[in-house]
């Protein structure tokens, strides 16, 4: 059973930035793909990010057309930490922000896909 804890969410002006950690533990694997969500009130649970990687070899980054250049994400092995860093914050970024994994090798941006869910992480960007 893969646990997935978010944490750095908060309160930041337009034009600020944030980053995001995803803490894993319960024996992931290199065959897993990391990724980043977001849910807007009143609004689908969307793909923002996503990684896969084994020791330092990263398989590969995907990225939403809304994020990037603006967004990054990236892994601490060391600790299986996955990081999103996000830059140049707009209003429309406000969400809650969720970590997910994907446990089968596949290279998929579809919520649904995904087995494990962290408890999400609320980030707020004032006009």
């Known amino acids: 059973q893969v646990q997935l804890v978010e944490s750095g969410g908060g309160l930041v002006q337009a034009g600020g930035s944030l980053r995001l950690s995803c803490a894993a533990s319960g024996g992931t694997s290199s065959t897993y793909t990391m990724g980043w969500f977001r849910q807007a009130p009143g609004k689908e649970r969307e793909f923002v990010a996503h990684i896969r990687w084994s020791g330092g070899y990263i398989y590969y980054t995907d990225y939403a057309d809304s994020v990037r250049g603006r967004f990054t994400i990236s892994r601490d092995g060391a600790k299986n930490t996955v990081l999103l860093q996000m830059n140049s914050l707009k209003p429309e970024d406000t969400a809650v922000y969720y970590c997910?994994?994907?446990?089968?090798?596949?290279?998929?941006?579809?919520?649904?896909?995904?087995?494990?869910w962290g408890q999400g992480t609320q980030v707020t960007v004032s006009s």
């Open positions: 997910a994994a994907l446990t089968t090798a596949r290279r998929s941006i579809n919520k649904d896909e995904y087995d494990y």
